[in-house]
């Protein structure tokens, strides 16, 4: 058992906090800069409140960053500083020299740093990965990925369509992709991207596309975007190899995700998150698979590294969808 402090009590701090509940690990303190909320959720779970972040540090043995990409760095920093274990929401940083910072103190703090990338424990993602793994579908030549949903409206002050806080739907929402494509396709070689919001930075309606060229051959067609009425969320990924075809939703088959309305204060529609009804919440799912890799030193899901590739293969994509022209990954640092 240890104790958890989680910085931050929004919209991803409600789910980690509900994670928590279904581990041996006490959530023992919550900090975040709206009072109300971080009281309200401390009313909820039964954790303490902290009145900063060095408050938070003295109470707990790891630190889960739930706040807005551009303070995931800084806070990071100072939980390795202070011995304790990161748990941190993707992206890992605004930045990719951010992120191998980041890395770097843990490392030397000797703490596990783990990014909250939770595709990887959808179900219908973690078993395509499997099908793949063991061989089924044969040599994977194109996986097809796509997340479209509504412009996110569940921050108050509105950071996401600050590009300086979050790096806009390619850094915040199509990473989810990037990521998962590398990890059933491998290591990307290149990227070829156009985006609507190329020529308009922190415009709440966004919509890209997407090529990865992996260094095996394969190629990845990526579609993600901010472009659906509220609230309105829609995956769907296909995985093709010479032996076989991985897809989902498949034509006929049980639904594999369910989107429910929600509203916020006066009752408008904010963004709906994808679930499924097939079995536990993946947020729950991850956070306890994280437990288990900071308890019981079981091997991570998802590295600190991979991290940073994800965001190294965002930041080119962005930077093909400014220039116009394909990117290779030895030109992003």
């Avoid at 059933?184 to 156009?194: I, Y």
């Amino acid at each position: 058992m240890f104790r958890v402090g989680l910085v931050g009590a929004g919209f991803m701090g409600g789910f980690h906090a509900a994670g928590w509940a279904h581990t041996p690990a006490t959530l023992a303190a919550i900090f975040a800069a709206d009072y109300d909320q971080m009281h309200a959720l401390c009313r909820h779970t039964g954790a303490q409140p902290a009145d900063s972040l060095d408050a938070l540090l003295d109470a707990v043995d790891v630190v889960d960053i739930c706040t807005p990409t551009h303070l995931h760095h800084g806070m990071a920093l100072k939980a390795a500083a202070a011995g304790k274990h990161v748990i941190c929401e993707k992206p890992l940083a605004r930045t990719p020299e951010q992120a191998a910072e980041m890395i770097a103190a843990c490392r030397a703090a000797g703490v596990d740093l783990l990014p909250a990338h939770v595709v990887r424990f959808f179900p219908q993602y973690a078993l395509a990965k499997q099908t793949v793994d063991a061989g089924a579908v044969g040599r994977v030549a194109v996986v097809r990925l796509s997340r479209v949903s509504s412009g996110p409206a569940w921050a108050a002050d509105s950071w996401f369509t600050d590009f300086e806080k979050s790096g806009g739907m390619m850094l915040d929402l199509m990473l989810h992709d990037f990521d998962y494509a590398r990890w059933v396709a491998g290591e990307v070689e290149s990227v070829f991207a156009k985006s609507v919001g190329a020529r308009n930075p922190g415009e709440r309606q966004d919509y890209g596309l997407a090529i990865l060229r992996h260094t095996n051959g394969a190629l990845s067609n990526i579609e993600g975007g901010w472009a659906y009425p509220p609230p309105m969320f829609r995956t769907a990924l296909e995985i093709a190899g010479d032996g076989g075809l991985i897809e989902g939703p498949a034509e006929g088959a049980i639904p594999l995700g369910v989107y429910l309305r929600q509203t916020g204060e006066g009752g408008d529609a904010i963004t709906g998150v994808p679930s499924s009804p097939l079995a536990e919440d993946p947020y729950t799912t991850q956070i306890k698979h994280f437990y288990d890799v900071i308890a019981n030193n079981a091997a991570p899901r998802v590295t600190a590294e991979d991290g940073l590739a994800a965001l190294r293969i965002a930041f080119a994509a962005m930077e093909s969808a400014r220039t116009g022209r394909r990117i290779q990954m030895e030109e992003v640092q």
